[in-house]
Structures are given as structure tokens and as C-alpha cells.
């Protein structure tokens, strides 16, 4: 008797430090949710004694989103460009970095002071005065490499994304500090002596990094897939992201087309989570 | 010539200078070594090629400015664009304000989520795997959904123009990237042994006190990285600052986003060259709008590595 008394205790204890969790996510998530899934079908009109009329209109949003509205649709595409070139980019860099970071160099805290440095300063303002200023491209690249020259005779589907890559590349780099340290932790976790094992049998470096590190690290790519897309979303500066404020308090479409916009852009991102999760859990198993 | 001398060389020898030069069992050699410096410097400096950008134009003149040949070095070291730049970002006011809104939200932030981390790490109750991965799916949802029924919401509750628009969601673990720092306590709190609290209890503390007294003194490394993180992050906020604050309250980033129509205002078309408008200028501005998050991070920035070593930063 005494016992259960304690195991329900622990319950009300368990539900009491979470409870500023739980109401948050009923009247802070849940409900706002619900309420602009609910606007999303609507004509809302915000009359000056703030308050709210809401005229149903069915589907009307989304379809002026789609066959109407070009801006939208046409963000929408040049975002998920953005996304398939710039996630692997980042993934890539900070698995190299990582691994550069793991290695037994000197000066390693240095180094990784500078590489997460960008997350301490990365807002969208400066780095708006930045990519205004031309800072955000590098010059000695530049004078190299002539990458608009060299592209000029591609195919466009190839020049167009080797030409982002370079023209954004420190941008690109400048979101990849929190997943650098990611694999760092990851890198770190191996077994030094699955390492020698692999040594003493006679595998190159090569071979260790594509048996023994990439498949430890594996659900690591999916966590930093998952945050880079979350940052990428998130950022003010993305291609979608202004259209959704701007329709807020644009008189014609106002806050129920803003909320379909913010629906369809929601939808869009777990889709885009969702089917690379999905791929990346069939090669897997294979 | 050469032949004959490699052929009286030994193959020990071969063996030695390979190893060295290539690297063998436990080390990379000496060309594995340079070519792993340089890679480091060399991405090192893409990264700081802004910073060194900024400031050396913002110490610039507009002679230096023009002349094509000054890139690197400016002439002479001019501070006049950081006292234009002061003035256009209204620099103490502004930075108090930040400040004020920064550190009320992280620290709302970062003590709810060592409750809600505690209480998913330390207690079982019904539903709470449910609930685990219900607060792990919110952090995929993005700002730009929540923010407009949250915007009417706090429109009628009276939240908006004010910090608690901010402070109010950090408050309930809805803030920003909240599931992100639920979930570094949570993997803290994991990580205490249960012993330690149970002895405590058989003392006759409470849950209350256990986790005040003895699990909160062990959770430093969380607390560093979750308000360190935090702190950046709602600072460097602008998107959902300017459609909560309007213009009530204005940070420094959003101050620097209008940098070039409050120069405007203060500076008036200048009648004098060197009262115009350039680049040095916004560089100042943008130097000073970031010099408050540099200065902290390398107060910080060991102690902030040393914890994210031993708590790690995501799950598993």
C-alpha cells in the first residue's frame, strides 16, 4: 500500500516538473496551432479595437498561394534549391572539420574556437551588412578561380548550383559551427580500440573512415541534417520567410493567407525531414 | 648516378623516411601533418575572413576608402566612423535594452528548462514518452507558424511591445530552440547517479530540495551551454524582435537593420563630404552591434568548451 502511495507521488512529481512544459505546449503551441490551421481557411480582418473577424472561405488561400500568387510558389522552389545545395555542403564541412578537429594536432582549442565563432555572431543584419559590403565573398578566390568564367560554357543545371556554392560559401560555412561540434562529440564517443584493431589487420586510413567512423557517426548526419534544416528555416533571411510576415499586414491577403503561406511552408519542411529520413533509413537496412 | 644511390640505400631506411614523411601506426607523418595545418588555417580563415574584413574597414577614412590601394592597412587608424556609428545605434540606450530583453528571456529559458529536463530525465509517469517526443517534434515546427496565432494571442493578452512576449513562451519551455536545452539537462540529469539523490531522501529531503540541492550543483555544464547559447540566440533574434517589440523596444541587431535610415535622420544629406554616408560607417556599426557577443564569448569560451565536452550537445 505504502508503495503505490510512492509510485504516485513520483508521478505527481514527475507531472509538476513538467508542468510548465505542458501548459506551454497546450496554450503556446497546441492551441496557436490549431487557431492558424483554423485561420488558414478564413478571410481575417483586424479592425482597430484589435478586434478579430473571421469570414470562412474554404481553400480560397491555398489556391491563391498556388495559381495565383507566382511570389510565393516560386520562393518556395528557389528555397528547396537552397536547402539540396546548401545541407550536404554543411554536412560535409563539419564532418571534415570534425574529423580535422579529432586528429592529434596542435592548437586543436584554438581552432575550434574560431570555427564557433560564427554561432556566437550570426544574425540576419550582419550578415546582410556583410553580404552587402561584398565580405562574404572571398577575393583571393576570386582571382584564382574565375567561376563564373569557368561555368560559362556548363550546362546551366550544373553551373547554377557550383556558382551558389561559391559565390555563398562563407555563408554556407558560417551556419556549420553547432554541427561541427556535433560530430566532435561523436568522433570522440568511438573506441580508440576498434581504431587499432582495424590497424594491426592492416587498414588504410581510408578504409577506417568509410568501415568503422562514417557508420558510428551515421545517426549524427541525421540530427545535423535535421538541425541545418531547422537554422536554414528559421533564418529571416531565406527566401520564404519575408514572404510570410509581409502578407501579415498586407491589407488584400492579411493574417488567414499569412497562416496558409505558414502551413504550406510547415508542411514542406517536414515533408522535405521526412523523405530524407526515409531514404537515409532504407539504405540502412540494406 | 641517382640510381645506384638509391639502390645502396637500405630498406630500413626507405621504411624510415617513408614512415616519417607518410605517417605509419599512430601518427600522420610529416606531410599528413602539414597538409592538415593547412587545411585548418585555410578554412580557419575563410571563417574569419568577415571578421578581419569589418575591422579593417571600419578604421578606415574616406581616403583610405578610395583609394584602391589601401586594402589591408588603412593609412592611419581613424575612430570617427565609431563615433557616428555610436550615435546612429543610440549605442548605451540600445545595448541596455538588449541586455535587458537578452538576459530576462535567457534566464526564464534556461531555469524552466532545468525543471522540465529534470522531470523527464529523473521521474516515470503515464504518458511521458508521448510527451518526450511531442517536445522533440516542436522543435521542427518553424517560428513563421507559431508566430501569427501567437501575435493575436498576445495582441489580446496585452504581451505585445513588451519583453514578456519573449519572456512568457521562455517561461513555459516554449522559447527559442527550447527542446534543444530540455533536452542537454535531460541527458545531464541521466547522468547522476540515482544513489546520490536517494541518500539524500533517506535524510528526509524532499524532491524539491533534492533536485535545488544536490541535482542543480552537478548541472553546471548545462547551465554554460544553455545559457550561452541562449543568450546568443535571442539576441541575434530580429525576425520575431520587430514583429513582437515594433518599435517599443529595439535591440541592437534590429537597430542595425535600420542603420541606414537612422544615419539618414541624424547625418541629413551631409553638406560635407566626409558626413556621408559609407561603408566604414556600417562596418563600425556592425562591429559595435557584435562586440558585446565577442567580448563574452572569449570571457567564456573555455569554460564553454570544457562543458559541452562533458554534457555534448544533442541527444545520445
Same mark, same amino acid.
Given at each position: 500500500?505504502?508503495?503505490?502511495?510512492?509510485?504516485?507521488?513520483?508521478?505527481?512529481? @514527475?507531472?509538476?516538473?513538467?508542468?510548465?512544459?505542458?501548459?506551454?505546449?497546450?496554450?503556446?503551441?497546441?492551441?496557436?496551432?490549431?487557431?492558424?490551421?483554423?485561420?488558414?481557411?478564413?478571410?481575417?480582418?483586424?479592425?482597430?479595437?484589435?478586434?478579430?473577424?473571421?469570414?470562412?472561405?474554404?481553400?480560397?488561400?491555398?489556391?491563391?498561394?498556388?495559381?495565383?500568387?507566382?511570389?510565393?510558389?516560386?520562393?518556395?522552389?528557389?528555397?528547396?534549391?537552397?536547402?539540396?545545395?546548401?545541407?550536404?555542403?554543411?554536412?560535409?564541412?563539419?564532418?571534415?572539420?570534425?574529423?580535422?578537429?579529432?586528429?592529434?594536432?596542435?592548437?586543436?582549442?584554438?581552432?575550434?574556437?574560431?570555427?564557433?565563432?560564427?554561432?556566437?555572431?550570426?544574425?540576419?543584419?550582419?550578415?546582410?551588412?556583410?553580404?552587402?559590403?561584398?565580405?562574404?565573398?572571398?577575393?583571393?578566390?576570386?582571382?584564382?578561380?574565375?567561376?563564373?568564367?569557368?561555368?560559362?560554357?556548363?550546362?546551366?543545371?550544373?553551373?547554377?548550383?557550383?556558382?551558389?556554392?561559391?559565390?555563398?560559401?562563407?555563408?554556407?560555412?558560417?551556419?556549420?559551427?553547432?554541427?561541427?561540434?556535433?560530430?566532435?562529440?561523436?568522433?570522440?564517443?568511438?573506441?580508440?580500440?576498434?581504431?587499432?584493431?582495424?590497424?594491426?589487420?592492416?587498414?588504410?586510413?581510408?578504409?577506417?573512415?568509410?568501415?568503422?567512423?562514417?557508420?558510428?557517426?551515421?545517426?549524427?548526419?541525421?540530427?545535423?541534417?535535421?538541425?541545418?534544416?531547422?537554422?536554414?528555416?528559421?533564418?529571416?533571411?531565406?527566401?520564404?520567410?519575408?514572404?510570410?510576415?509581409?502578407?501579415?499586414?498586407?491589407?488584400?491577403?492579411?493574417? @488567414?493567407?499569412?497562416?496558409?503561406?505558414?502551413?504550406?511552408?510547415?508542411?514542406?519542411?517536414?515533408?522535405?525531414?521526412?523523405?530524407?529520413?526515409?531514404?537515409?533509413?532504407?539504405?540502412?537496412?540494406? | 648516378?641517382?640510381?645506384? /644511390?638509391?639502390?645502396?640505400?637500405?630498406? /630500413?631506411?626507405?621504411?624510415?623516411?617513408?614512415?616519417?614523411?607518410?605517417?605509419?601506426?599512430?601518427?600522420?607523418?610529416?606531410?599528413?601533418?602539414?597538409?592538415?595545418?593547412?587545411?585548418?588555417?585555410?578554412?580557419?580563415?575563410?571563417?574569419?575572413?568577415?571578421?578581419?574584413?569589418?575591422?579593417?574597414?571600419?578604421?578606415?577614412?574616406? /581616403?583610405?576608402?578610395?583609394?584602391?590601394?589601401?586594402?589591408?592597412?588603412?593609412?592611419?587608424?581613424?575612430?570617427?566612423?565609431?563615433?557616428?556609428?555610436?550615435?546612429?545605434?543610440?549605442?548605451?540606450?540600445?545595448?541596455?535594452?538588449?541586455?535587458?530583453?537578452?538576459?530576462?528571456?535567457?534566464?526564464? %529559458?534556461?531555469?524552466?528548462?532545468?525543471?522540465?529536463?529534470?522531470?523527464?530525465?529523473?521521474?516515470?509517469? +503515464?504518458?511521458?514518452?508521448?510527451?518526450?517526443?511531442?517536445?522533440?517534434?516542436?522543435?521542427?515546427?518553424?517560428?513563421?507558424?507559431?508566430?501569427?496565432? #501567437?501575435?493575436?494571442?498576445?495582441?489580446?493578452?496585452?504581451?505585445?511591445?513588451?519583453?514578456?512576449?519573449?519572456?512568457?513562451?521562455?517561461?513555459?519551455? %516554449?522559447?527559442?530552440?527550447?527542446?534543444?536545452?530540455?533536452?542537454?539537462?535531460?541527458?545531464?540529469?541521466?547522468?547522476?547517479?540515482?544513489?546520490?539523490?536517494?541518500?539524500? +531522501?533517506?535524510?528526509?529531503?524532499?524532491?524539491?530540495?533534492?533536485?535545488?540541492?544536490?541535482?542543480?550543483?552537478?548541472?553546471?555544464?548545462?547551465?554554460?551551454?544553455?545559457?550561452?547559447?541562449?543568450?546568443?540566440?535571442?539576441?541575434? /533574434?530580429?525576425?520575431?524582435?520587430?514583429?513582437?517589440?515594433?518599435?517599443?523596444?529595439?535591440?541592437?541587431?534590429?537597430?542595425?537593420?535600420?542603420?541606414?535610415?537612422?544615419?539618414?535622420?541624424?547625418?541629413?544629406?551631409?553638406?560635407?563630404?566626409?558626413?556621408?554616408?559609407?561603408?566604414?560607417?556600417?562596418?563600425?556599426?556592425?562591429?559595435?552591434?557584435?562586440?558585446?557577443?565577442?567580448?563574452?564569448?572569449?570571457?567564456?569560451? #573555455?569554460?564553454?568548451?570544457?562543458?559541452?565536452?562533458?554534457?555534448?550537445?544533442?541527444?545520445?
Amino acid at each position: 500500500m505504502k508503495k503505490f502511495k510512492n509510485s504516485t507521488l513520483k508521478q505527481i512529481y @514527475g507531472y509538476l516538473f513538467i508542468s510548465p512544459w505542458l501548459l506551454g505546449f497546450i496554450f503556446l503551441t497546441a492551441y496557436p496551432m490549431l487557431y492558424s490551421l483554423y485561420l488558414s481557411f478564413n478571410k481575417v480582418k483586424i479592425t482597430a479595437d484589435s478586434g478579430i473577424i473571421t469570414e470562412f472561405i474554404k481553400f480560397d488561400n491555398y489556391k491563391y498561394a498556388f495559381f495565383t500568387d507566382v511570389s510565393f510558389v516560386q520562393s518556395l522552389v528557389n528555397f528547396l534549391i537552397q536547402l539540396l545545395l546548401s545541407v550536404p555542403v554543411i554536412i560535409v564541412f563539419a564532418l571534415v572539420i570534425a574529423l580535422l578537429l579529432n586528429s592529434k594536432i596542435k592548437m586543436k582549442n584554438f581552432f575550434r574556437t574560431i570555427f564557433f565563432l560564427p554561432v556566437i555572431i550570426t544574425s540576419s543584419s550582419v550578415i546582410n551588412e556583410l553580404t552587402q559590403q561584398g565580405a562574404t565573398q572571398l577575393p583571393g578566390l576570386s582571382d584564382i578561380l574565375n567561376i563564373s568564367a569557368l561555368t560559362a560554357t556548363w550546362p546551366v543545371y550544373i553551373a547554377q548550383p557550383v556558382n551558389y556554392i561559391f559565390n555563398n560559401l562563407i555563408t554556407i560555412l558560417w551556419f556549420s559551427g553547432i554541427q561541427i561540434l556535433v560530430f566532435l562529440a561523436g568522433l570522440q564517443k568511438i573506441n580508440v580500440s576498434m581504431y587499432e584493431a582495424a590497424k594491426i589487420d592492416g587498414a588504410t586510413s581510408w578504409e577506417i573512415f568509410w568501415k568503422i567512423t562514417l557508420p558510428a557517426i551515421q545517426p549524427l548526419i541525421i540530427v545535423n541534417v535535421v538541425y541545418t534544416v531547422v537554422l536554414l528555416s528559421a533564418f529571416p533571411m531565406n527566401p520564404v520567410s519575408p514572404i510570410i510576415r509581409d502578407n501579415m499586414f498586407n491589407i488584400s491577403t492579411g493574417f @488567414g493567407y499569412a497562416s496558409a503561406l505558414s502551413w504550406v511552408y510547415l508542411i514542406f519542411l517536414l515533408g522535405f525531414v521526412g523523405i530524407y529520413a526515409l531514404f537515409t533509413v532504407r539504405r540502412g537496412r540494406d | 648516378m641517382e640510381r645506384t /644511390e638509391s639502390k645502396v640505400k637500405s630498406p /630500413e631506411k626507405m621504411a624510415k623516411v617513408k614512415r616519417i614523411l607518410l605517417g605509419g601506426r599512430g601518427s600522420y607523418g610529416v606531410l599528413g601533418n602539414i597538409f592538415i595545418y593547412m587545411l585548418l588555417i585555410g578554412i580557419g580563415f575563410v571563417y574569419l575572413y568577415p571578421l578581419l574584413y569589418i575591422l579593417v574597414n571600419s578604421m578606415k577614412d574616406l /581616403e583610405d576608402l578610395l583609394n584602391p590601394m589601401v586594402k589591408w592597412i588603412p593609412t592611419h587608424i581613424y575612430f570617427s566612423n565609431y563615433e557616428k556609428a555610436f550615435k546612429v545605434l543610440n549605442y548605451v540606450p540600445t545595448l541596455t535594452q538588449t541586455l535587458y530583453v537578452v538576459l530576462l528571456s535567457t534566464i526564464a %529559458q534556461v531555469i524552466s528548462s532545468s525543471l522540465i529536463g529534470y522531470g523527464f530525465a529523473r521521474y516515470n509517469f +503515464k504518458g511521458k514518452n508521448f510527451f518526450f517526443i511531442l517536445m522533440i517534434v516542436t522543435f521542427l515546427i518553424p517560428q513563421q507558424t507559431l508566430m501569427i496565432p #501567437r501575435f493575436l494571442m498576445f495582441q489580446k493578452l496585452g504581451l505585445l511591445n513588451s519583453v514578456l512576449s519573449f519572456f512568457v513562451p521562455a517561461t513555459f519551455g %516554449q522559447g527559442l530552440n527550447q527542446a534543444l536545452f530540455i533536452l542537454i539537462f535531460y541527458q545531464l540529469f541521466r547522468m547522476i547517479p540515482k544513489s546520490l539523490e536517494e541518500a539524500a +531522501k533517506i535524510d528526509g529531503a524532499n524532491d524539491f530540495t533534492v533536485f535545488a540541492r544536490i541535482s542543480l550543483p552537478l548541472a553546471t555544464p548545462a547551465f554554460v551551454i544553455s545559457f550561452v547559447l541562449s543568450m546568443v540566440w535571442y539576441w541575434n /533574434e530580429t525576425y520575431l524582435s520587430s514583429l513582437y517589440f515594433g518599435n517599443a523596444i529595439k535591440t541592437l541587431p534590429m537597430q542595425l537593420q535600420s542603420f541606414v535610415d537612422s544615419y539618414r535622420l541624424l547625418f541629413p544629406s551631409g553638406a560635407v563630404v566626409t558626413d556621408r554616408l559609407n561603408e566604414s560607417v556600417r562596418m563600425a556599426g556592425t562591429l559595435l552591434t557584435i562586440a558585446p557577443l565577442l567580448i563574452i564569448y572569449f570571457i567564456v569560451e #573555455r569554460w564553454l568548451r570544457e562543458s559541452i565536452d562533458s554534457v555534448g550537445i544533442t541527444g545520445e
